[in-house]
């Protein structure tokens, strides 16, 4: 759109987190003036957070490769993208023929869902690998919601979102969303709606082993301690049923396994748990009862719940209590979307309904799921000699040294493969094992859909971002990058080289935004089923650059239930054979000592977005917060350094005092520690900080899922000499007395 003579305005959306924020980007002689929230969005109404301005730091960061290029003993060379397809495709097909399919092992990290070329094109290439060891970043984040979607309602894509905009009562567990911006939850400020919630009467209740900025808008919070959530939940459904408060409304027609729940329940009273968990009997009665008779509800419970050793029970404990107190599939508790691409009716290849343990990993024995293994099982499966043990790996989009449990081991396993090569713009503490690093554009250099992200959305929406600069001739976007290597993985000589080569050409042809345009036609507010309507089609949206809205999320259930009867699981079995473990927890647990938790910031994103100087620049981010009893107890002082040590491994790290933290909880923010070697990231090695991986372990899981249990690592924290302060921390640290 123009302006005045040369200034000009682009409309897209953020994709940096789940907020999908639409943004207005000023431009003059294609230099960006200004990065503002787009009021015009119908969805997020001109918000944005401070990380936006990430889209432009990334696209004008020096560090950042836009060639391929391949390891030596003299640093990293460039070489053409032909040598680099033919080359990978050759050192992946020798391991593979020396040692079988599986010994190739594939690990996709987050962006992966923020982007819609990977989310569209990342399936078909990963399949041409034909491997077995499958890993992602779903496996130390939201897989404990997708089997508890597959087991209870058939597909692993029905996840409910929390009506935050129309609850009367919300219960959050483990998250926090004035921080994260909402995850499984996509509803731009969630400050905001957090403050209208309690506006209009409603009341917020959070559970979190940290006051967290969330907890200050919250009207009330409550300490727990960690890993404990589970006997909260079962106590709080323990009252709903001893209480007869249980009340199904229409679930009850098509809801099965009820009897079976309550009976689970019986033996978790909240007097039992009371002490485990750091709240109070009375208090767990109160909430069992004012939640079950609120006039809606939703309990909602992100990554400190779906992260620890009872991740998957917590998870369907949570669809439990919204179910029996008659929330889900209901306004103001918990629904489902119909966005406009449905990934839900879309064929099994691209998003499949899930599948569970058909394989098992080959050390540990950890379930598959849905085609994946658990991250924390990809270091052994690569350190541990014998048949399918991986040899090469395959990383895109993904920083697993940083973001899965023990990177040190990890650093080891990536430096002792025979061949890696890396999808990422980046040279950081994962791809500097890489033996070929092959960089896609970034954000502002391709078009994108959030495909992912409406389905999570409050809202039934539709945007599409165009690109706003156009790569370089020599650059690739990650789906050529993918259907480059597919084509030559599927290229077995013969006939199976004219099929691939027809295969690329077609899928080249339609690109991501052809399969879009198929995918948004077919879809529910699309022109195929309804032709005499003037239904959604690519074209048509690209017709509203704020976007479009199909209204507020309503009721949809038994219909799109994918189970076989149409009914909702209430109770499946490998749920309840998990509460043994549950029942035996609760007189083993450790409570003494210090248990670790992590911390998002605002200005960051996992482990990416600190070689942007605006975003890590001022007070150290990188900071363990203790509570002051615990600190004075081991003598450390504000600002002091300290030795931070777990059963995997230690790390150093300044210390602030904080009042926010339970007793006995300990907590360091994720996705820092970029002083390893090698790593080429200038701004981010200046702010280095530690990493929390270094401390969280691969052996703590959640049974179920194989998900990393990140909450509630038992550590040591010494201060290390009385000299060690950190000058900026203490500065900033004073000046905030
Ligand atoms: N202790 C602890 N660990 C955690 C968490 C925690 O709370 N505590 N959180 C977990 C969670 S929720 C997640 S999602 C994971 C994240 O785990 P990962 O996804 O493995 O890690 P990220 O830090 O997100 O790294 C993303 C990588 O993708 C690259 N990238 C960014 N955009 C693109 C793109 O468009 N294309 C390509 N090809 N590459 C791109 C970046 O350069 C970076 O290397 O971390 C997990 N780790
Ligand atoms: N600014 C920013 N935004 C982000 C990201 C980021 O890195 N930075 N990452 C994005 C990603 S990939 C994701 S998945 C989302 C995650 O979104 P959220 O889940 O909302 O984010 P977290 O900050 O990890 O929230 C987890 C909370 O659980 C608490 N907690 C830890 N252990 C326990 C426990 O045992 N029980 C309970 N009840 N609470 C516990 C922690 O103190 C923390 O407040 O955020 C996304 N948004
Ligand atoms: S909240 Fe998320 S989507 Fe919105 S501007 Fe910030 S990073 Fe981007
Ligand atoms: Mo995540």
């Given at each position: 759109m123009q302006t005045n003579s040369n200034e000009y305005k682009h409309h897209r959306s953020c994709?940096?987190?789940?907020?999908m924020c639409g943004v207005e980007i000023t431009l003059a002689d294609k230099k960006i003036i200004s990065i503002r929230g787009?009021?015009?969005?119908?969805?997020?109404?001109g918000h944005i957070c401070p990380k936006v301005v990430a889209l432009e730091d990334l696209y004008n960061d020096?560090?950042?490769?836009?060639y391929p290029v391949r390891r030596t003993s003299n640093g990293w060379e460039k070489i053409s993208w032909t040598e680099a397809f033919d080359e990978v495709a050759k050192q992946l097909k020798s391991v593979q023929s020396r040692y079988?399919?599986?010994a190739v092992g594939v690990y996709f990290g987050n962006p992966t869902i923020h982007n819609y070329g990977t989310t569209l094109f990342g399936p078909m290439f990963f399949a041409s690998?034909?491997?077995?060891?499958k890993f992602s970043a779903t496996s130390v984040d939201q897989l404990t919601h997708h089997i508890a979607s597959y087991f209870?309602?058939?597909?692993?894509?029905?996840l409910p979102v929390a009506d935050i905009e129309r609850t009367d009562f919300m219960l959050i567990l483990g998250a926090n969303p004035v921080v994260s911006n909402g995850s499984l939850l996509t509803a731009p400020d969630m400050a905001g709606k957090l403050k209208a919630l309690r506006k209009r009467g409603g009341k917020v209740v959070l559970v979190d082993p940290r006051r967290t900025e969330t907890a200050r808008l919250a009207s009330e919070h409550l300490f727990i301690r960690p890993g404990t959530d589970v006997f909260l939940l079962l106590a709080i459904l323990n009252v709903i049923f001893k209480e007869n408060l249980v009340n199904l409304g229409r679930l009850a027609a098509f809801t099965d396994g009820l009897k079976i729940v309550k009976k689970a329940v019986a033996?978790?009273?909240?007097e039992k748990v009371a002490e485990i968990t750091g709240i109070a009997q009375n208090k767990i009665q109160e909430l069992a009862r004012s939640f079950a008779k609120a006039k809606t509800a939703v309990c909602y419970g992100r990554m400190g719940v779906s992260t620890q050793e009872f991740g998957g029970v917590c998870q369907w404990l949570i669809n439990v209590l919204n179910i029996v107190t008659g929330n889900l599939d209901k306004v103001g508790g918990a629904l489902f979307t119909l966005p406009a691409f449905d990934p839900i009716t879309a064929p099994e290849s691209l998003a499949p309904k899930g599948s569970y343990g058909r394989w098992h990993s080959r050390v540990r024995k950890l379930p598959e799921f849905a085609g994946e293994l658990p991250s924390v099982a990809l270091a052994e499966e690569i350190l541990t000699p014998g048949k399918?043990?991986?040899k090469a790996l395959v990383t895109s989009?993904?920083?697993?040294?940083?973001?899965?449990?023990n990177g040190q081991q990890l650093d080891s396993a990536f430096a002792s493969l025979e061949f890696m090569v890396s999808i990422d713009f980046y040279i950081n503490e994962t791809t500097r094992h890489a033996h070929i690093i092959l960089p896609p554009t970034v954000a502002l250099e391709h078009d994108n859909y959030d495909l992912a992200l409406s389905l999570l959305a409050v809202e039934n929406v539709a945007k599409y971002s165009p690109v706003l600069f156009e790569p370089d001739s020599n650059q690739r976007h990650d789906w050529q990058i993918y259907l480059e290597l597919q084509s030559r993985m599927e290229s077995k000589g013969g006939l199976s080289d004219v099929v691939a080569q027809v295969k690329k050409q077609v899928m080249s042809y339609l690109g991501p935004s052809g399969m879009l345009d198929l995918g948004l036609q077919f879809?529910?507010?699309?022109?195929?089923?309804?032709?005499?309507?003037?239904g959604l089609s690519l074209n048509k949206l690209k017709e509203t650059p704020h976007g479009v809205s199909f209204g507020q999320l309503e009721p949809c259930l038994p219909e799109r239930l994918f189970t076989p009867a149409k009914?909702?699981?209430?109770?499946p079995e490998i749920y309840i054979k998990d509460l043994k473990r549950v029942k035996e927890k609760l007189t083993s647990i450790k409570t003494d000592g210090l248990f670790l938790i992590g911390r998002r910031q605002?200005?960051?994103?996992?482990?990416?977005?600190?070689?942007?100087l605006r975003l890590v620049?001022?007070?150290?981010?990188?900071v363990l917060l203790i509570n002051p009893e615990d600190a004075s107890k081991r003598n450390i002082t504000n600002g002091q350094t300290v030795v931070v040590s777990s059963r995997v491994g230690r790390i150093e790290i300044p210390v602030e005092i904080s009042e926010e933290m339970m007793l006995g909880v300990v907590s360091i923010p994720h996705g820092?520690?970029?002083?390893?070697?090698?790593?080429?990231l200038s701004v981010a090695k200046e702010h280095a900080g530690a990493s929390l991986n270094d401390l969280?372990?691969?052996?703590?899981?959640?049974?179920?899922?194989?998900?990393?249990?990140?909450?509630?690592v038992s550590v040591e924290v010494e201060a290390v000499?009385?000299?060690?302060?950190?000058r900026e921390l203490l500065e900033s640290l004073k000046a905030s007395d």
């Open positions: 994709n940096l987190c789940e907020a787009d009021k015009d969005d119908p969805f997020s109404k020096k560090d950042r490769l836009k079988g399919n599986s690998l034909h491997t077995k060891n209870m309602f058939g597909h692993q894509l029905l033996d978790f009273p909240p399918n043990q991986i989009a993904g920083n697993p040294v940083l973001s899965t449990p879809g529910p507010y699309g022109t195929k089923f309804n032709p005499f309507s003037s009914t909702i699981k209430l109770a605002l200005s960051s994103s996992n482990s990416w977005l600190h070689n942007s620049k001022g007070r150290p981010k990188c820092w520690g970029h002083n390893r070697s090698n790593v080429e969280t372990d691969e052996l703590a899981i959640d049974a179920v899922s194989g998900t990393a249990a990140f909450s509630g000499s009385n000299r060690a302060y950190n």
